[in-house]
């Protein structure tokens, strides 16, 4: 037995080589800062350094604006497909399945309802963490189940939108949610449902071209990208230079596209307020 080597070594790299801390602990914010989970959880995702507001999945979201965290999730009956058998590096049904193995989510959109300050609401969240967000025919459905539903309970309906635009590997059909969902917005109008609105980071494409703007009351959540294409792509279109603020919450804001830019944490608050004033 070689003491030094057998022995000695083992206990000094014990000392001095430190193990890895495990990825689920911390975030890391893009102005540098390093998270811990927990405490970044408790302050609602939003970065204690900079401000940024950061990704909420759908279930904090519900957790976040019901009352007393208490909400019924609506079932979706409607199967994923592949209706163009696209493939481009992997197949777009491959895509699917990853997407949801990785978030344990069927598809990126989800409808509850429940009490926000005491008023039955119907609730669409549009969450980024299945492939961005997309728009496909999953999300468009859902989206129309829970106008159906908010005119059958006769209670206001509010969705909340995180997406990079259509679902491309749905081609056409992707694009045909766009006058489905605005036909749905119709259905609540006709039947005088108020309709809330609120944009996240981010909302972008056939999404912010669709129902994401189409809101009675449109509310956005500080500091979100909110637009329909990029600003690189706008400026070489255009040959112009935007504002360094173009495309954020403020900016709509300051030119009448939305009505309130609210911090999170005044968020579930401002809609309590805003219920209450559609109900008079």
Not at 101 to 121: E, M, P, R, W, Y
Not at 246 to 257: I, N, R
Request: proline share 3%; net charge positive.
């Amino acid at each position: 037995m070689n003491w030094l080597k057998d022995f000695v070594k083992p206990k000094i790299n014990a000392l001095i080589i430190r193990k890895e801390t495990p990825s689920d602990l911390w975030s890391k914010c893009l102005c540098g800062q390093l998270l811990y989970n927990k405490d970044l959880k408790e302050n609602l995702y939003v970065c204690s350094y900079c401000d940024r507001h950061l990704h909420m999945n759908f279930e904090a979201r519900f957790k976040f604006i019901f009352d007393d965290q208490k909400f019924k999730i609506i079932k979706i009956d409607i199967e994923n497909n592949d209706p163009l058998k696209f493939k481009d590096l992997k197949k777009y049904t491959d895509r699917l399945k990853e997407s949801q193995k990785k978030t344990n989510q069927k598809d990126a959109a989800f409808v509850a309802t429940g009490n926000i300050g005491g008023t039955l609401s119907c609730v669409f969240i549009l969450d980024f963490s299945f492939m961005g967000g997309s728009m496909g025919q999953y999300v468009g459905e859902s989206f129309k189940i829970g106008c159906l539903k908010a005119i059958e309970l006769n209670c206001p309906f509010i969705a909340i939108s995180s997406s990079g635009g259509a679902r491309m590997q749905e081609g056409l059909v992707s694009l045909m949610q766009l006058p489905k969902t605005v036909a749905a917005i119709n259905l609540l109008n006709d039947n005088k449902i108020p309709y809330i609105s609120l944009l996240t980071n981010p909302t972008t494409g056939g999404v912010s071209a669709s129902f994401a703007m189409l809101g009675d009351i449109i509310i956005a959540e500080k500091g979100s990208m909110i637009g329909f294409a990029g600003k690189r792509v706008i400026e070489e279109t255009i040959k112009e230079k935007m504002p360094e603020n173009f495309q954020t919450a403020e900016y709509l804001l300051d030119h009448g596209m939305i009505d309130i830019v609210v911090h999170r944490k005044e968020l579930q608050e401002t809609l309590v307020r805003v219920l209450s004033h559609l109900k008079k």
